[in-house]
């Protein structure tokens, strides 16, 4: 499918006007807004449009060609210049900005050499050759070495191994294949990279390497680069390693001076060297390889018989980097500030992550130029006299790429105001490179992102972009609302929400595109591809700015815990199903489910208590301590000890699967328990997420309380 198509100007401008004023008339017409009276609703919903009417897709593609003009790994002096540019834009907005500086462990690699052993000994080509016409792709590259790879040299028969899975070794068991002393050569995909890595090197592996298949991103699924948008045969997926979050070298603490590390070889950084290849020389050690046959659905994309090895191919992996020499490196976020003028000690973060593995366009400058639309849509709001009542951040993070560095190091040293003033986090993640929207985050904040989207009108003209999420997505029924995803981890919300309890939300436009981690992530791709008209980082700035103030302004936060609790209960039949396949008694289930109703109850009587106390009229007072209990209400989930297997995520409501890396697991004390522990232990976390739960209702009924003046 092509992305192309683009707007003429004069019909954009008049689509959206015209919906603009639709939007306006429909404000007057709409009931109040949660969390708000109906006067305050009607005059939020007007300071709403003329937000979503602040960003400009023509400033955004000015901002982006900037940003994207060179590669800008975390850790280099291009990144650094991402920073001083952001921090010079917020400051032009007439922002307080602050650039917070961290000294981390950032290894990076300076040689890296594959070489084909045996009778025609060759060394293989990893650059990724420059596109005519694509003037950031002639630039240098980092070299194709993943994040946080172990350096050294590693030597052995190639050994395919499909996706690296924890079940594909279990296959390869079965079929007597071993990778101890070989070279591993795993698929991207299915799970996190940084499994891949640690299981090769658990069963003996002394290298890895990872290639995206073609069947995934590659030519199967359409025209590659630059004839199309997705990953030509020599492109390269570069990504980290690491399967923590932060500063290795400071688990749980902020790097700053002064502050204890580990040393690297402690920690559970990768011992072994870890490189990213192309599919084109993949298929070629493919060629070479022979040994058993493969399993039917091993067989990927290239033109050639999968088979598992061992060998014949031998290879030599050599990686160095300038761990003895330079390995820690300053990283900068940056942050700007609109002060709130009633609450200014509570704060909504709007972020995303600046740093990248080549020149980023989409990953994640599109990110860092939704949240400087957003900035500037509310900054010039202010400067007319209408400053929102609680603080907003618009935060752009460093060295997200390596393990979610930046932000965790942020939220580790600012822990004690994150915990008493967070309301929200929102995170912009490849915000735009296509125009099919999805968006997700905690169960207390979807009803809230649906309902602005309600108002913001949709690019390509096909009414808002919730209209055209829904048409995109299938949904049909009224009564059914599109997918939202679960937020498990693997980006920078995890710091605020997985870490703290803090509630979250995301959203992005997407397509089809091929180009992550590669030197191809640029912007001539997207202005070609991924955004022609810069029309759809326009409009997740245009929800960016919405979403933000409608936190701010809140006269009660707008949380939906009825949503929540409807939510949880969907996670009750797979905890059953895990109990029973242990032959463990499923009656705790029924424990969660009761505590699950009371939580629900208690929302529901807490959002009629609201609603009433608006509509009659209610003092600062009561709405000030409501929202102070409404805080408590998430963070009652996050267990200081954190989950056993990390903890660091300290929710028990949601995190990324342990064996997996990228899918989320749910409940995860319980079910982590499930997998590894005795029916006791799963028992003890049962008991303990149920308290949770009933702490969490309480902290509603407190709010409820607070309402009624008691």
Known sequence: ????????????????????????????????????????????????????????????????????????????????????????????????????????????????????????????????????????????????????????????????????????????????????????????????????????????????????????????????????????????????VFNGAGDPLTPGYASKPGAPRLKPEDTELPKLPVVPISARNAQLLLNRVRGT??????????????????????????????????????????????????????????????????????????????????????????????????????????AEEWGLIGSSEYVEDDSLRLKAGAVAYLNQDVSAQGSQFGGGGSPSMRAMLRDVVKSVPDPKGRGSVYQAWRLTSGTRADSLEPNMGDPGGGSDFAGFYNHFGIPTADWGFSGPAGTYHSAYDTFAWMERFGDPGFLYHAASGRIGAAFALRLANAEVLPYDYAEFARTMRRYLAPVERGLTQKGWSTAPVTTIGNSITTLETAAQRFATARDEALAKGVTKTQTAAANTALLTVERAFARDRGLKSRPWYRTLIYASDVDNGYSSMVFPGVNEAIRYGTEAETNEEITDLVQRFEAAAKALDTARAALAGK
């Open 293 to 398: 046959d493969i399993p039917r659905n091993w067989q990927g994309g290239l033109p050639l018989r999968y088979h598992v090895g061992p060998g014949p191919a031998t290879l030599r992996v050599e990686v160095t980097t300038d761990a003895a020499t330079a390995g820690t490196k300053a990283i900068h976020n940056t942050l700007g500030y609109l002060r709130g003028s009633e609450y200014p000690d509570q704060y909504v973060y709007i972020g995303a992550h600046r740093d990248s593995w080549g020149p980023g366009a989409a990953d994640n400058i599109s990110g860092t130029v939704s949240v400087l639309e957003a900035a500037h849509a509310l900054a010039d709001i202010a400067k007319k006299g209408q400053r929102p009542k609680r603080t907003i951040v618009f935060a752009t993070w460093d």
């Open 1 to 240: 499918m092509s992305l192309r198509r683009s707007f003429p100007a004069a019909a954009l401008f008049g689509t959206a006007a015209s919906f603009t004023a639709a939007s306006s008339l429909a404000a007057q017409q709409l009931p109040a807004m949660p969390g708000y009276s109906p006067a305050a609703s009607y005059v939020q919903r007007q300071l709403e449009q003329t937000a979503i009417g602040g960003p400009l897709a023509s400033r955004a593609k000015a901002n982006s060609a900037v940003l994207s003009q060179e590669p800008h790994v975390a850790g280099t002096p291009a990144q650094k210049r991402t920073a001083d540019y952001v921090i010079a834009q917020m400051k032009a907005m007439g922002l307080e900005t602050e650039l917070r500086t961290y000294d981390v462990w950032l290894p990076h690699a300076t040689g890296v050499k594959l070489t084909l052993l045996g009778r025609d000994t060759m060394e293989l080509d990893l650059q990724e050759p420059p596109v005519a016409g694509d003037p950031a792709t002639q630039l240098p590259q980092y070299l194709t070495v993943n994040g946080s790879s172990g350096a050294g040299v590693g030597e052995g028969e190639v050994v395919f191994v499909n996706f690296g899975l924890i079940e594909d070794y279990a296959t390869l068991d079965s079929l007597g294949v071993s990778v101890k002393g070989k070279v591993v050569l795993a698929r991207y995909g299915r799970s996190f990279r940084g499994i891949k890595a640690r299981e090769a090197q658990k069963r003996g592996a002394v290298a890895v390497l990872i290639y995206t298949d073609p069947l995934d991103d590659g030519f199967v699924t359409g025209d590659v680069y630059p004839e199309g948008p997705m990953r030509p045969l020599q492109g390269v997926q570069r990504g980290s």
